[in-house]
């Protein structure tokens, strides 16, 4: 069974920093592409940011210069860092995970969301 379980979203003011963590835990072959997604109140689920399993990044406009995904393949854990955070970046943010159980088996798996809440 696999679980992403994630941590690290909160209150803050506007200007202020979160980190998000996401490790993955259970049994499989590997994991390819990592990535954070977020949804605010009375909006679609939006990428924010995703890492492939070799490093390269690929960011939503809005969060360019801001955010930082990275990733601990030892630790089969993807990061998050919010900088100069805004109102605007207020929704319940998840993990995502293009995770391999064998050679020709992979699937998507979710994490249970994270709330981040920036006040202005």
């Known amino acids: 069974q696999v679980q992403l379980v994630e941590s690290g979203g909160g209150l803050v003011q506007a200007g202020g920093s979160l980190r998000l963590s996401c490790a993955a835990s259970?049994?499989?072959?590997?994991?390819?592409?990592m990535g954070w997604y977020r949804q605010a109140p009375g909006k679609r689920r939006e990428l924010v940011a995703h890492?492939?399993?070799?490093?390269?990044?690929n960011y939503v406009d809005s969060v360019k210069g801001r955010f930082t995904i990275s990733r601990d393949n030892a630790k089969n854990t993807v990061y998050l860092q919010m900088n100069s955070l805004k109102p605007e970046d207020t929704a319940v943010y998840y993990c995502?995970?293009?995770?391999?159980?064998?050679?020709?088996?992979?699937?998507?798996?979710w994490g249970q969301g994270t709330q981040v809440t920036v006040s202005s």
């Open positions: 995502n995970a293009d995770i391999s159980q064998s050679p020709y088996v992979r699937r998507d798996y």
């Open positions: 259970g049994t499989f072959f590997s994991i390819n592409v």
């Open positions: 890492i492939t399993s070799g490093g390269r990044t």
